[in-house]
């Protein structure tokens, strides 16, 4: 048996209810009620950027971080937490966010839509698949694996004929994010 023992580090208090957190390398982006910051491994705060609405999801890609606020989808640079366009927002609202392989986003609305975005943010096309629980995430550079309203697990085949199948008819309450396929 070791003598090792866990100490705490750092502590901050954060403004509002943490919404959204997200690990990038030794550093943290922490999103608390409208606010996001990112922490290095110090505790020190290196940027804070405040939004209108409450954050409540954080995906990032190694360059810019994509934040879900309000009926929102914003991108800010990671380095500096500076905004790369204005936005962009939909009815409702988006449910779910996940990076694109080889560069870019997808998300899914609080409908029945997906809507595919460059790096920067700028719209590609809107598909509809049907409303969906969870992006799961990648298989190969074109098919998602997803949730769908019914918790079953479908598979979205994203370039050129853009079909979708069932892959089971079990209906599952939790999904959990599929890392490096």
């Known amino acids: 048996m070791s003598d090792e023992r866990w100490e705490i580090a750092w502590s901050h208090q954060v403004e509002g209810r943490v919404g959204a957190l997200s690990c990038l390398g030794e550093d943290c982006l922490i999103a608390a009620g409208s606010v996001v910051r990112r922490l290095n491994s110090d505790g020190d705060f290196l940027w804070r950027r405040e939004f209108s609405f ?6 990032h890609d190694g360059t810019n971080v994509a934040v879900l606020s309000g009926t929102g989808f914003f991108l800010l ?6 905004p790369i366009g204005e936005g962009r927002a939909v009815a409702g609202g988006f449910r779910d966010v996940v990076r694109r ?12 839509h997906i809507h595919l975005f460059n790096r920067r943010g700028r719209g590609i096309r809107r598909l509809r698949p049907g409303p969906l629980k969870k992006m799961v995430g990648w298989l190969d550079r074109e098919i998602l694996l997803a949730q769908d309203a019914d918790g079953c697990l479908r598979a979205l085949r994203l370039g050129g ?3 979708q199948r069932q892959i089971e008819t079990t209906r599952w309450s939790w999904v959990s994010k599929l890392h490096s396929g």
């Open 161 to 163: 004929d853009d079909a």
């Open 54 to 59: 409450d954050v409540y999801r954080l995906e």
């Open 101 to 112: 392989p080889g560069g870019g986003w997808l998300l899914s609305d609080r409908g029945d």
């Open 77 to 82: 640079d990671l380095a500096t937490g500076e």
